[in-house]
C-alpha cells in the first residue's frame, strides 16, 4: 500500500503575518482585512519586477516590525514568487540578512514554503522561519502572457493575479493559532493545454490532495470550518467539487476559494476570480489569521493550488499539469 | 549575537545515487563515474527541454531500479532546474507518484534539495526522499544568453552549462556515507552585472557560506578530505579563496570545484569550467559519492553556488547577486 504523505504537527505556531495589496485588492470584499493597502501598484518604481519585490520586501519588514522581531531573530526564509527563477524573492532577499531557501510549485509555492517551515521547526534545528510569496498583475500578464500594453481582450476563464505580498512567521513558541497536519501534493495532469485556464489545470491536482487528506487523516470535510483553496476561481472550484465527489468527498458550505473571495466579481472585472503566488498568501495572513485571532474559524484547511507551467512550455504545446498542498491551522487557545 | 544556520545530523544516510551525463560530460576527466553516458544530448526528443526533462526521468528511474525500490518506497522528491519556472522538474514529476516539493535557488538548487530533504528526515515524519537536479547546455544558452543558431562568440569568463541530471536517494536507513551536517546559505551582492561572469557574481557567497561553515561548527578546513564549491569555474574559485582568506580561512590543496573537475579546460573549451544546475548534482553523484565509497574521499564538504538572475533582470540591469549552501558527508562505516 502506498505510503501516504500526511503528516501531523506538534509545537508548531504562528507567530504572526503581515500582507500588503495593491489598489484592485483594497478595493474587494476582503479589503479592509489586510495590513497595508497601497494606491500606486509601482510603488515608485521604474518596472512592474521591482514594485512586485518592494510588495515582497514591504511584506517581511512589516511581519517584523509587527512580531517586534529583528533579522537576528528569524533563523529563514522561505520564499518564492512567479517571476522568471523567482528573481522577486531572490532579489527581495538581497534586502535581509537571513538565510533563504528559494521555493518553487507556482501558486501552490505559499503551501510549500509553510510546509518546509513546519518542518524544519518540527526537526528542532529551526526555530521562527519566515514563510512569504509575492505576485504581480503587471509582471504576471507580461511574463506569461502578452504586454499590458497590446491591450488584449481576455479569455473568459481567465483569472486576475493578485498584486500583493504576504508573510507569515512559524515559531515554536506556543500562541492561539498552531500549525497542525499537511499533505504534499502530486503533480497531476490532465492533459489541459490552455495557459487561460488556470482552474482546469490545477482543479484535478487540488481535488486529489483533498481527496488524499481526509483519506489519510481520517478527517471528515465538516471537521474544518472553512476549506479554501488556493485560486481555482470560480469556474476551478466547481470542476474541482465535481472530481472530489466521483471520489467519494463531498465539500459542503464551508469550501471556498481564496481567488473567488479576494475579489468581487460582479464588478471587478476578474474574469474567474484572483491568482498568483500572493493571493492565497495575502488571503491566508489578511483575512484567514485575523478570523482564526478573532474565533469566527476555529479550523481551517489552506490548499493553495499551482499550475506547472512556463511561456515556453506552453509555446511548445506541452500540457499544464498541477500541484496542490493541504495546510491544516487550528485555534489551540 | 547572530544565531548561527549550521545543523548538525544524526541519522540521515546517502540510500544511493544516479548521475545521467551528456557526451561532452563523458568525455571529460569524470567521465568513466556516471552511471550512463548519452551520445546524443537531444536523446531523440524534439526541443532541448524536452531533452533535458527525459535526462532527469532517467535518472530517478536509474536511481530507484539501483536502489531496488518503487514509487510507493520514495516519500517525497525535491527537485528543480534551471528552466523558467523550473518545468524541467515540474514535468519530470509527471511521470511519477510521488509527492513533490519544487526548489529553486538556481545552481545551488542540488545543496537547497538536500538541506530540505535531510531536514525532513530529521524531523521523523518522512523517511526516503530524492533530491535531483538537471541542467542542459542548449536550454540555458538559449534562455539565459542567446540562441545558439546564432553562433555567438563566448566571452572569456562564460562557462559551460552542463548537460546532466544527478539524483541522490537519501533516508534513515544506516548506510555508508551519511549526511552530516549543512550550512543554509544567504544571498549575498556584490553588484556584479555581467551575466557572463557567474564565477564573480557567486563567488562571495559562497566565501560566506564556507566561512560561516567553519565558524559555526567549530571545524577547520583541513577537517574535510574534500571542499568542492559547486560551479565556480577557476576564475571565480580565486576569487572566492581570496575573499575566504580575507576572512580567516586559507583554503588549500583539499579544495577543488565542481565545474572545474568535470571539463578540461585545455581541450574542451569550455571557458572557466562547468556550470549549472546539474553540475554539482552530477559530480556528487558520479564521482564524490564513488569515491566514498572506495575510502578515498572520508569527509567531504560539498558546496553548491547560485547566481540569482533571469534574462528579464540582467536586461533590466538589475546585480546578480549569488547563494551558496553547504552539505557535509562523511563515511561512517
Not at 514568487?81 to 524573492?89: P, S, V
Not at 484535478?204 to 481520517?218: K, L, M, Q, Y
Not at 498542498?325 to 491551522?329: D, I, M, S
Given at each position: 500500500?502506498?505510503?501516504?504523505?500526511?503528516?501531523n504537527f506538534d509545537g508548531v505556531y504562528v507567530e504572526n503575518t503581515a500582507s500588503v495589496v495593491g489598489p484592485k485588492e483594497a478595493e474587494g470584499p476582503l479589503g479592509k482585512y489586510f495590513d497595508k493597502q497601497v494606491k500606486d501598484d509601482l510603488l515608485g518604481q521604474k518596472s512592474h519586477e521591482l514594485a512586485e519585490i518592494r510588495f515582497h520586501i514591504t511584506a517581511i519588514r512589516y511581519l517584523m516590525n509587527k512580531s517586534r522581531r529583528k533579522e537576528e531573530d528569524v533563523d529563514l526564509c522561505i520564499a518564492?514568487?512567479?517571476?522568471?527563477?523567482?528573481?522577486?524573492?531572490s532579489l527581495t532577499m538581497r534586502e535581509f540578512d537571513v538565510p533563504f531557501l528559494g521555493a518553487y510549485n507556482a501558486c501552490a509555492t505559499f503551501a510549500e514554503s509553510l510546509i518546509t517551515a513546519a518542518?524544519?521547526?518540527s526537526s528542532g534545528k529551526f526555530k521562527r522561519i519566515i514563510s512569504s510569496t509575492s505576485s504581480h498583475f503587471s509582471t504576471a500578464e507580461r511574463q506569461y502572457r502578452f504586454p499590458l500594453e497590446l491591450g488584449n481582450q481576455?479569455?473568459?476563464?481567465?483569472q486576475w493575479t493578485v498584486t500583493a505580498a504576504g508573510a507569515v512567521m512559524l515559531s515554536d513558541i506556543p500562541s492561539?493559532?498552531?500549525?497542525?497536519?499537511?499533505?504534499?501534493?502530486?503533480?497531476v495532469d490532465f492533459g489541459v493545454t490552455d495557459g487561460n485556464d488556470m482552474g482546469a489545470c490545477m482543479a484535478?491536482?487540488?481535488?486529489?490532495?483533498?481527496?488524499?487528506?481526509?483519506?489519510?487523516?481520517?478527517l471528515k470535510p465538516?471537521?474544518?470550518d472553512l476549506i479554501a483553496t488556493g485560486d481555482l476561481g470560480t469556474a476551478g472550484s466547481e470542476l474541482m467539487k465535481v472530481l472530489a465527489e466521483k471520489r467519494g468527498i463531498k465539500l459542503g458550505s464551508n469550501y471556498n476559494d481564496c481567488g473567488a473571495m479576494i475579489f468581487n466579481r460582479v464588478w471587478q472585472d476578474v474574469g474567474q476570480g484572483g491568482s498568483g503566488a500572493a493571493c492565497s498568501s495575502s488571503v491566508f495572513s489578511g483575512y484567514i489569521y485575523k478570523k482564526m485571532l478573532l474565533g469566527d474559524f476555529k479550523r481551517v484547511l489552506l490548499v493553495p493550488t499551482g499550475a506547472l507551467c512556463s511561456k515556453t512550455s506552453i509555446l511548445q504545446g506541452e500540457s499544464i499539469p498541477g500541484i496542490a498542498?493541504?495546510?491544516?491551522?487550528e485555534v489551540v487557545k
Open positions: 500500500m502506498k505510503r501516504g504523505s500526511t503528516v518564492g514568487d512567479l517571476l522568471d527563477e523567482i528573481t522577486g524573492a518542518l524544519f521547526i481576455r479569455t473568459p476563464l481567465a492561539k493559532v498552531a500549525v497542525k497536519r499537511a499533505t504534499v501534493g502530486k503533480v484535478p491536482a487540488a481535488a486529489d490532495t483533498i481527496v488524499r487528506h481526509f483519506s489519510e487523516s481520517g465538516d471537521y474544518y498542498h493541504a495546510v491544516a491551522f
